[in-house]
């Protein structure tokens, strides 16, 4: 486990340091809402108001039951796990000077493992993709952008934006089939 911590540590800081600025910090900044739970629901929604109105009604739900329920596993894991972010693990290399984080918006130190960010914006990105496959690299792009922003903000590592994406990813898929099932089953 050692090796894999040390990597994740490694890609953090390269990819944090080498993606670096300031022109981007915007960018990502703007993008990393895009993980609100808030923001993703009220999106989605306006979203299906303009393209398929009747979802709002028939899909909006799964969606956030697949929110709900993911979220949950996000928090009981980051409790769980109780991983520190990044500026507080390298706060004594930070302080040395050994150590530079680029850090976009707020400065975050605990419960870094998983991404909620990332696992909301995962779980909607699946649904939608899933609902919607001819818009599925937009969908799935903007997700990876959002769990590119968390590391990009200097408030998660690698392996917690992973984590995130397949929580997220999971839980609507499973959703997606379990809702499947249940309509299918109602209209025989």
Known sequence: MGNILYWDKSLFLWLNNNLAHPL????????????????????????????????????????????????????????????????????????????????????????????????????????????FKRLSPIFLGLACLVAISRIYAGVHYPLDVVAGAVIGGVFSYIIWLWRKKNYKYRHR
């Open 24 to 131: 981007l910090d915007p960018f990502f900044y703007l993008i990393g809402w895009l993980g609100n739970g808030w923001v993703l629901m009220i999106s989605t929604a306006i979203f299906f108001l303009a393209y398929k109105p009747d979802y709002l009604k028939r899909q909006f739900p799964w969606i956030l039951l697949s929110f709900c329920l993911s979220g949950i596993c996000v928090i009981l894991i980051k409790d769980w796990v109780n991983r520190p972010r990044p500026l507080l693990e390298f706060a004594s290399l930070i302080k040395a000077n050994k150590v530079y984080i680029h850090t976009v918006g707020p400065h975050l130190k605990v419960h870094s493992f998983p991404s909620g960010h990332t696992q909301t914006a995962f779980c909607v990105a699946t649904y939608l993709s899933l609902l």
